[in-house]
């Protein structure tokens, strides 16, 4: 379904729910494009306000503020998944916002994400739903074990997640995850993690970037390469299901799709590849960061675009291959030897503090041939 509104000028105002790095890089890229930002988050030092044009900080949950900060943008949109849906309703009266809440609604809780996925015949891992300790123990009978047991809202980068193994207290797990409504999972024999990066525009339009490969190091994202070796039915199959998630929501703006790979071995020649998906994420993504430099539109121009009901980019990959290697904690301390390496291309955050397991920046290679 086409937007009505239309197409903003440059001079426009974009609002951004959210001041992380994602935010950051978003204002960056519509500065880029004669664009403003405004950016509204809770915290006082996030990263994105040292690039927007200006900032509110307010709770999401604050209606007289985001009030005022629909008064002064032109379309909103946001950084992370976890914005409260109600916060983008709220708004969603009073401008533009994009992607629309039923995106974050569909990806803020698990259950409701696995039921959507299931309903557009889209093969998803196994899954039990799990509200209390005696729940879980019938979940565990049904798929057996090893599992993984999530809450169904607020978990990213193995936040909110437990694995059940041979032994493992069923109670001591639940309580683990505070006694939240959960969800119990089948442990699915992957051989590669994946991702499908796209924008939709207001028109329908649909560009998928290539398909990337992911390695994960407790449980965050460490490297990306670009394009995934996977088979082109593979491929093909990646992206269909992620054309389907981004029509069935009339979704505008740039989402990620993550995706397991499992091989079945066939009677003759190679293992058939088959996919699952695991999680939607309603924005731009951190698999997605080696477009900056390796694509001729970057992910975070091709949201602003969408958003703004202008043409989308071209997703065109430079060189045969490219990575990207987030720099988490106290890595972002190797920031001038990576400087100093010809071709390296490195985007810092803005944090100040170097916590474990914090996403500080980010270094992208672009390789004319192949890696050796």
Known sequence: MASSAPPLKPGSTIGILGGGQLGRMLAMAAARLGLKTHVYSPHADSPAFDVAADRTVGAFADAEALAGFAGKVDVVTYEFENVPARSAAVLAELCPVRPGPAALAASQDRLAEKEFLVSLGIETAAYV???DAGALARAVAKLGRPAILKTRRFGYDGKGQITIR??????ACFRSLGGAPSILESMVPFVKEISVIAGRGVDGSFAAYDVTENVHVNHILSTSRAPAAIDQACTEAAVGVTRRIADALDYVGVLGV??????EAGSAGPPTQKIKVNEIAPRVHNSGHWTLDGAICSQFEQHVRAIAGWPLGSTERHGVMVTMRNLIGDEVKSFAEILAEPGACVHLYGKVEARPGRKMGHVTRIF?????
């Open 166 to 171: 041979e032994g493992s207290d069923l109670a």
């Open 368 to 372: 004319h041939e192949r890696e050796p």
């Open 129 to 131: 739903p799990v509200e």
């Open 258 to 263: 993550e995706i397991f790979v499992t091989e």
